[in-house]
């Protein structure tokens, strides 16, 4: 490959990737919305080039669940599944918190002391002067529980959780966005986790706090979209 080439090549995934991140915070931020429609060529003119790094970014965002392409019409922001989410949600409750409790024991001062670092930068999204970004609050947030799940002894049961997460795809990038109020819960029960963790809790006890905190997420986002439902918020749990 010549070197004009090899720049050319390098140029054309700089763009896609710059078209994937502007989309992806276009949605993430909600100024694209669920079922919003995506003009490939109103989103290349806003960039500032063709046509083809954008459709490269769209089909990227597809594959991870983000877009769909609809016949005779193009592409679209994907709608949230709100069965996909509560039954993920309800399964990461049992296994995170599972795999949460069995960690407990294994975690160090280093651990707790990551935790902590992690949840008090969370704290901040939610009381800076820029503003919640929710993309930011969410990584974070998988950073958070990741630490304290990641010395699981059982190999299977972090497949799950794992699997688990990425079945939510993008889902777990904008819940926050949907309920930006729960982030300031979140971090209080964040805290009481790691407290409980640091003091040598019993295992049981460490997992119902964590099956808790996920049943609560789950529990804001569905009386969210269900206000007037009183049953719309009911997690079962």
Known sequence: MTTATTRATSAAASKTRRAYDWLREQVTNHDLPPGSRIVLATVADELGMSAVPVREALRQL???????????????????????????MQVIAVVESAATALAAPRLGPEDLARARAVNAAMTA???????FDPREFSRLNQEFHHLLYARCPNPRLLEIVDAEWARLGHLRDTIFAFVPGRAEQSVREHEQIVALVASGAPVPEVERAVRRHRRGTLAAYLEHEHPDDPGGGDVWL
Do not use: C, K, M, W
């Not at 877009?67 to 599944?81: K, Q």
């Not at 999204?125 to 503003?131: C, H, Q, R």
């Open 62 to 88: 597809e594959a991870e669940g983000v877009v769909t392409f609809e016949h005779n019409v193009g592409a679209r922001v994907s709608l949230i599944d709100e069965e996909q989410y509560r039954a993920a």
């Open 125 to 131: 999204l939610t009381t800076g002067p820029d503003g």
